[in-house]
Structure formats: C-alpha cells, structure tokens
Nanobody, 126 residues
Framework: VQLQAFGGGLVQAGGSLRLSCAASGRAFSSYAMAWFRQAPGKEREFVSAISRSGGSTGYADSVKGRFIISRDNAKNSVFLQMNILKPEDTAVYYC????????????????????WGQGTLVTVSS
C-alpha cells in the first residue's frame, strides 16, 4: 500500500487543521493506521493510532483531548482532526500503516508500522 499525507499548513495557535492520509491499493480495511510527527531536531514521536476497524484508538498524552483520529475504509483514508493547536505541535506529520489480523490492534511504536507516507508540515504560530 502507498500512503500520501496532506492537509498541513500554517495556522495560528488555538486554530484547527485536519490532516488526511490517502491509501492506494487494496484491503485498506486490513491496516491499522497511525500518525507520528517529527519536530526539527527531535525524534519522531507517536501522535495517534486507530485499529483497522476504527473501534480502538490511542493518543499521546500531549494531544489527548485536542486531536481526534478517524478513518473511512470506504474511501481508503485516515484523518487527524487537530484542534486547539499549540506552537509545540509544529512538526512534519507522517501517517503509517500496518497490515494486521486483529480488528482491535494498534501500536504506539514507529517500528511496528511498515508503510509510511511522505509527511506533511504543520506550523503553528504563536
């Protein structure tokens, strides 16, 4: 599967953005999906993940209550709604996917995902 993330941009603190990740290929509904981000000079970090069924989701503590992950298997897409953005959310955001058997599985570890998109830059100004 190939993944393409888009929707990044420049936004003021307190604003919102919605990232999308479109997947090509078949059987998207077999993939657990996740978002990671990497700020300049920092390690890549987990943001959010969703199981293949959409029934299980996880969030990093830093975004819990502000970000919402969702997916539309009919449209081969996963989304990240980002609200109340802060300057510290500034980073390149990557979507990642892994073909799994369990309908409830997801991982917070980057190494658990084989497929990665190219990243989309989110800049939050203060």
């Amino acid at each position: 599967v190939q993944l393409q993330a888009f929707g990044g941009g420049l936004v003021q603190a307190g604003g919102s953005l919605r990232l999308s990740c479109a997947a090509s290929g078949r059987a998207f509904s077999s993939y657990a999906m996740a978002w990671f981000r990497q700020a300049p000079g920092k390690e890549r970090e987990f943001v959010s993940a969703i199981s293949r069924s959409g029934g299980s989701t996880g969030y990093a503590d830093s975004v819990k209550g502000r970000f919402i992950i969702s997916r539309d298997n009919a449209k081969n897409s996963v989304f990240l709604q980002m609200n109340i953005l802060k300057p510290e959310d500034t980073a390149v955001y990557y979507c990642a996917g892994q073909n799994v058997a369990s309908s409830r599985w997801y991982s917070t570890l980057a190494g658990s995902y084989y497929y990665w998109g190219q990243g989309t830059l989110v800049t939050v100004s203060s």
